[in-house]
């Protein structure tokens, strides 16, 4: 097997990996991984959206707004900070990034929905 060196590199060890490729555990760890984000996402979504909305179409209190505001800016950082360390450590980095993006993104479009004051008035009557 040859390995592929830099101009530079004059003799040095190879400059580029030999492998670029996952194995099995890696492919089943990174979809377990995806798996798990996708439900906490889910279910963080829902907890936001009951936790701090009014209920039968009355005016949220600014402060439960704030409250609502904070912890969907929190549960953001907190579900990108992993895919962002992953990017930053696992190569190929392609998979991670197109995974993050696909698995943020519902995520990320419920956190911008949740920008105004009228988005935290719930119709729910008990």
């Known amino acids: 097997m040859t390995s592929r060196t830099s101009p ?3 003799g040095n060890g190879p400059a580029l990996s030999e492998s670029n490729t996952w194995s099995c555990g890696g492919w089943v760890l990174f979809s377990f991984g995806l798996f798990v984000s996708v439900v906490l996402e889910f279910f963080l979504a829902v907890y936001l959206t009951l936790g701090y909305s009014s209920t039968c179409n009355e005016a949220p209190n600014p402060s439960d707004v704030a409250a609502g505001q904070q912890a969907v800016l929190l549960a953001t ?5 992993p895919w962002a360390l992953a990017v930053a450590l696992v190569r190929p980095k392609t998979p991670i990034v197109v995974a993050a993006v696909v698995c943020l993104g519902p995520f990320l479009l419920f956190a911008l929905s949740r920008l105004g004051p009228d988005s935290w008035v719930g ?3 008990f």
């Open 8 to 10: 530079g590199d004059a």
């Open 77 to 81: 950082l907190a579900l990108a900070a």
């Open 123 to 125: 119709s729910f009557c």
